[in-house]
């Protein structure tokens, strides 16, 4: 199972971007997807997530700005962003729960490449 995320860059301040990630592979089914994001020297943190039902959830400093939503029928997840700011700036990883054909009894949690967001004038 892979997680590819895409659409990261540059963006001036008060801009927008959007986020997409495709779970790829032997997969059987997807609950939870979320986005996370790492700052230089800080600890991962939960941007937002999803369940397969489509409840979300937003940390507080991206309510009203961000949103997130997914693709069931592509496996996709998606994190729309604007009203950027620079502290907004880092890699942001696309998350997942789900269960491989292999192995449908045993969730798994797995983790995309990362994606570099700069938020810079």
């Known amino acids: 199972v892979q997680l590819q995320a895409s659409g990261g860059g540059l963006v001036q301040p008060g801009g927008s971007l959007r986020l997409s990630c495709i779970v790829s592979g032997r997969i059987f089914s997807i609950d939870r997807m979320g986005w996370y994001r790492q700052a230089p020297e800080k600890e991962r943190e939960l941007v937002a997530d999803i369940t397969s039902g489509g409840s979300t959830n937003y940390a507080d400093s991206v309510k009203g700005r961000f949103a997130i939503s997914r693709d069931n029928a592509r496996n996709a997840v998606y994190l729309q962003m604007n009203s950027l700011k620079s502290e907004d700036t880092a890699v942001y990883y696309c998350?997942?729960?789900?269960?491989?054909?292999?192995?449908?009894?045993?969730?798994?949690?797995?983790w995309g490449q990362g994606t570099l967001v700069t938020v810079s004038s």
């Open positions: 998350n997942a729960d789900g269960r491989d054909v292999l192995n449908v009894l045993i969730p798994r949690n797995y």
